[in-house]
């Protein structure tokens, strides 16, 4: 099984996703991007500007990086 997912930072093979989600105006947005094992160590979180009470900032591994299958 094969990860289709290339890193942000440097186009490797991404490992884990960032994750972070807000309220932006009624709605609440959810935005992530794949990292690469080395790369993530650096990937903090990009929308604390945008943070309020109901702000997330997480790091969640890519399933298929870890050889399991996604519904
Ligand atoms: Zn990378």
Avoid: H
């Amino acid at each position: 099984m094969s990860n289709p997912f290339d890193c942000y930072e440097c186009g490797d093979e991404a490992e884990f996703w960032r994750f972070e989600t807000w309220t932006e105006g009624v709605g609440g947005v959810e935005y992530e991007e794949p990292f690469c094992g080395d790369c993530i160590k650096d990937a903090g979180p990009s929308q604390l500007d945008n943070a309020d009470i109901n702000y997330e900032f997480r790091i969640e591994p890519i399933a298929e990086a870890f050889g399991m299958r996604t519904l």
